[in-house]
C-alpha cells in the first residue's frame, strides 16, 4: 500500500495515505484523492477519491472519473515518467478518453466532461 500510496502522488500528483496502520506496522487502509485530504479532514469537501485496502489487487478497470483537461493530464502522468497511459482517443460515448494502469495493475479511465 505505501507504493500505491507513493505512486498516486507522484504519478497523479493526488493526495494518498495510509490512514490506519496495525499494530506491526502493516497498512490497514488508505486512501487516494485528486485534492487535498485537509478538505475532507475539515469537513470542507466531501470524499471524492479510493479506499485502499490490503488485498489481492484485481486486474481491472476500478473507476471511471471526469476530469477537466485531459491533455493536460496525460502530459502530467508522461512527463512525471509513467508510461502505462494510452493517448488520448474517442470512443462512441466520449470524445476524449485515456486510460491509465497503476502500480498495482489497475485501470482508471479519464474522461472530459464539460
Known amino acids: ?6 505512486w498516486f502522488e507522484d504519478v497523479l500528483g493526488w ?12 497498512a490497514g ?3 487516494a484523492m485528486p485534492f487535498d485530504g485537509k478538505l475532507v479532514h475539515l469537513g ?4 471524492d477519491g479510493f479506499l485502499l ?7 481491472s ?5 471526469i ?12 512527463k ?12 462512441h460515448w466520449c470524445k476524449k478518453v485515456c486510460q491509465v494502469t497503476t502500480i498495482d495493475g489497475c485501470i482508471i479511465q479519464f474522461f472530459e466532461g464539460d
Not at 53 to 59: I, S, V
Not at 61 to 65: E, G, K, T, Y
Not at 84 to 90: C, Y
Open 44 to 47: 470542507v469537501r466531501d470524499f
Open 61 to 65: 478497470m476500478i473507476a471511471m472519473m
Open 80 to 91: 512525471n515518467g509513467w508510461d502505462k497511459i494510452t493517448e488520448v482517443g474517442e470512443t
Open 67 to 78: 476530469v477537466k483537461g485531459i491533455d493536460k493530464l496525460y502530459e502530467y502522468v508522461r
Open 1 to 6: 500500500m505505501d507504493k500505491t500510496v507513493k
Open 15 to 26: 493526495y494518498a495515505g495510509v490512514e490506519f496502520r496495525h499494530d506491526d506496522g502493516k
Open 53 to 59: 485496502l490490503p488485498g489481492e489487487t484485481p486486474q
Open 29 to 31: 487502509y488508505g486512501c
